[in-house]
């Protein structure tokens, strides 16, 4: 059975609705930072795919220069391989799926 959330007083942490906070601010930003990290280690490939298809940005040098070092030591570490083994796990359930990907 579902329990409520429970009312709180004004002195511990809520919402705006007086709602019990499940995590404070700081555990918040800490979870939002691993996550960031997490998606920047083994997100490299995309990331400069990314970067490769902005046009006319102020550092955009920069940053696609940036971009493809990371992808580069990423890669030396053997850590774009699992995002490359997530894309071909769904190309392959879209190909089951779907037929043939268009992406192909």
């Known amino acids: 059975m579902p329990v409520a959330p429970t009312r709180v007083e004004k002195s511990d942490r809520i919402f705006g609705d007086g709602l019990a906070c499940p995590a ?15 998606t920047a280690i083994l997100g490299s490939g995309p990331l400069l795919g990314w970067s490769e298809h902005l046009t006319d940005k ?8 940036t971009a493809t070092q990371w992808n580069d030591v990423m890669a030396a570490r053997g850590l774009t391989e699992p995002y490359a083994a997530l894309r071909r796990l769904v190309r392959h359930l879209e190909q089951g799926r779907y ?6």
């Open 58 to 65: 102020p550092g955009l040098e920069t940053l696609q220069a």
């Open 24 to 38: 404070g601010p700081g555990r918040v930003l800490a979870i939002l930072a691993m996550a960031a990290s997490v």
């Open 99 to 104: 037929g043939a990907s268009p992406h192909e």
